[in-house]
């Protein structure tokens, strides 16, 4: 289950990793767990890249008062 806040995203990544190392998942488990991580990087890239575009944004309305 995806969440949405970035830290909230972050921990669930975690937990894939922990799953990932623990040896314990079957291959197609595995797969299942790798595909949700990319998927969740996927989206933390993007609320990243937000962030930093409305930093820009803000930053210049800052310069041009």
């Known amino acids: 289950m995806m969440k ?3 830290e909230d995203k972050l ?3 975690e937990n894939i990793i922990k799953n990932l190392e623990s040896n314990e998942l079957s291959l197609d488990d595995s797969l299942e767990q790798y595909k949700n991580g990319i ?3 996927k989206s ?3 609320i990243i ?3 930093e575009e409305e930093v820009s944004k ?3 309305e800052l310069n041009n008062e």
């Open 4 to 6: 949405n806040s970035f």
């Open 11 to 13: 921990l669930e990544l």
């Open 39 to 41: 998927d969740i990087i």
């Open 44 to 46: 933390c890239n993007l």
């Open 49 to 51: 890249k937000n962030a």
């Open 58 to 60: 803000l930053s210049e």
